[in-house]
């Protein structure tokens, strides 16, 4: 090959390149994806939706659900959306659930507010209960979404920079939340990051990917969308219909717009001598007093829960710290609270497979809503186990036990108190409410807990939950499951 032609071909390359970057930008992508005259959009399809937070293992993924119906409205002028799903748990080999049943989330978003729609019970008509929650995230959603990035780009003074084969274009909302995308040589956007805030992942990113545009009508749109968060995808759609400029809208229910956040309720039922089930709320924790500390099990939901309960135990148990909190198991609404007791001083009890995956997350950044842990810095301590451990004072024992073989979680504990025989445990068996039938199919977490107490020997009468409002006895367990 000659010298010029080398040169020429590498010239042609250059340009090539050249021509490549300059063609991926925002306006063009904005002209391609037709910008400027999307007001909505609606789109449905089929795949899988993911439950976030609830792994079986801290280093799994999300349990996977079947989608069979996938429909979204989203009018970026409100702005506002709306999401309904049909979705069951995909039965997993070698995992023993619960029978799947069919959900139908109907989930809605209009400026500021959140709420979902249900059906109750010997109702006619759907209510809507206010989600505040889920503002961050439905919003998110809004945004992460082609034309919706596109349109929070140019209205919030995005920065382009080259990138191979293409171009990255960043901006903030609101001066907090920080998005970034990428958008290639055919100015199609790509993917969308944002980082929204989570008790247990701190700042945690909401990564959405787009693949297979086809055109709708005069306007492009991807066929296939994955949407990742904290690792791991929490939604895969392939889209069978795309229809823009309908009439969707939404007003927001009064209900919703005048909600107010009920103050956190704790109440302490003493089981025993110095032990006490605290309650008042979705999710529950125990305290029990040792001969110079205390101990509490379960740090459940977030900051706000674990400030009322420690703020409980030491009114209920005066003049001494807590030194340890037990926790059963990595699920996020069991282990949103958990830093807060680490800003405590308290040390983490938890199965030795845990230990790693807390220290990974909890050295993440926690800035778009920062806790007290994020403020302090303290080290979390922690004393971890595997199979059991014990806590004795001289006075009182506590045993700490692994449930093995419970599909629920592989890292999974149970905590007893040999001389009260109390039995502390979580998500392996939720008493049903007075009244309510028994189930025709025994749940396989609670019929595996059961096997677990027999074959560790324990001697229980109370069964302290931590989810529902009351103690139970062991027999209430055993007609549960159906055993004499």
């Known amino acids: ?272 001598e110095g032990v006490y089930h605290l309650t008042g709320g979705s999710h529950n924790s125990v305290a029990i007093e040792q001969k110079d500390h205390i101990v509490v099990i379960e740090a459940p939901l977030n900051e706000d829960r674990s400030l009322a309960v420690i703020a409980k135990v030491k009114e209920t148990i005066p003049g001494k710290p807590i030194k340890y909190l037990i926790n059963s198991h990595a699920h996020f609404d069991h282990s949103g609270g958990l830093r807060t007791y680490v800003n405590e001083g308290a040390t983490i009890v938890t199965d030795a497979q845990n230990r790693a995956y807390y220290q990974k997350i909890w050295a993440a950044p926690h800035s778009l809503n920062p806790d007290t842990l994020a403020l302090s810095k303290k080290p979390a301590q922690f004393k971890t186990f595997s199979g059991k451990l014990v806590l004795n004072d001289g006075n009182r024992q506590i045993e700490i036990h692994s449930i093995a073989g419970n599909s629920h979680n592989d890292a999974f504990a149970l905590v007893y108190l040999p001389a009260e025989k109390i039995l502390v445990q979580a998500d392996a068996f939720n008493p049903p409410a007075a009244g309510a039938p028994v189930p025709v199919s025994a749940n396989p977490y609670s019929v595996n807990l059961y096997s677990n107490i027999k074959k560790l020997g324990l001697q229980v009468e109370q069964i302290a939950g931590l989810h529902g409002p009351k103690a139970v006895s062991l027999a209430d367990l055993q007609t549960y499951i159906g055993q004499p």
């Open 1 to 272: 090959m000659s010298t010029i032609k080398r040169n020429l071909q590498v010239l042609f390359l250059g340009l090539s390149l050249c021509s490549i970057a300059h063609a991926a930008d925002l306006q063009s992508a904005a002209q391609q994806l037709n910008v400027a005259n999307t007001k909505s959009i609606e789109f449905s399809g089929t795949g899988y939706w993911y439950q976030f937070g609830q792994a079986p293992h801290p280093k799994l993924a999300w349990p996977q659900f079947d989608v069979s119906s996938y429909k979204a409205a989203i009018n970026y002028d409100s702005p506002a959306a709306r999401v309904q799903i049909v979705r069951k748990q995909t039965v997993e080999a070698g995992r023993d659930r619960p029978s799947p049943v069919e959900q139908r989330p109907d989930q809605h978003y209009n400026a500021g507010y959140a709420w979902n729609l249900a059906t109750p019970a010997n109702a006619q008509a759907p209510v809507a209960t206010a989600q505040p929650g889920a503002v961050e995230e439905r919003s998110a959603e809004i945004w992460s979404t082609p034309q919706g990035f596109i349109k929070a780009a140019l209205a919030n003074h995005a920065v382009s920079k080259k990138a191979k084969n293409g171009v990255e274009v960043s901006f903030k909302v609101n001066d907090k939340y920080r998005y970034v995308g990428f958008i290639n040589a055919k100015n199609q956007v790509e993917n969308i990051k944002t980082w929204i805030d989570n008790p247990v992942l701190g700042d945690t990113l909401v990564e959405t990917r787009f693949a297979e545009y086809q055109d709708f009508a005069g306007t492009s749109f991807p066929t296939q969308i994955e949407r990742l968060q904290g690792g791991f995808p929490v939604l895969k759609l392939k889209l069978n219909e795309v229809k823009f400029n309908t009439d969707f809208a939404l007003s927001t229910p009064s209900n919703v717009a005048e909600f107010k956040a009920p103050a956190i309720t704790v109440n302490a039922v003493k089981l025993a």
